[in-house]
């Protein structure tokens, strides 16, 4: 249960980041930043940072046991 709580504010916040940073025009290097489209809007996600923001959160909520 802990990682999918993990997975959902890891989703909020690669959202709120690769929008930011996306918009701007730029790929941010190895956070490799990519727009996808989502039927008419254009939404910009970033793996590594999904990824690396799970294991965060993940680490936190066990910590907080």
Known sequence: MDLLK???????ITGCLSLVIGS??????QLAIHS????DMKIYW???VFLAGT???W???L???
């Open 6 to 12: 993990a997975m959902g504010f890891a989703a909020v």
């Open 24 to 29: 701007q025009g730029t790929s941010a290097g």
């Open 36 to 39: 996808m489209a989502l039927g």
């Open 46 to 48: 970033s793996w590594p």
């Open 55 to 57: 294991g965060l959160f």
């Open 59 to 61: 680490g936190i909520l």
């Open 63 to 65: 910590l907080q046991r």
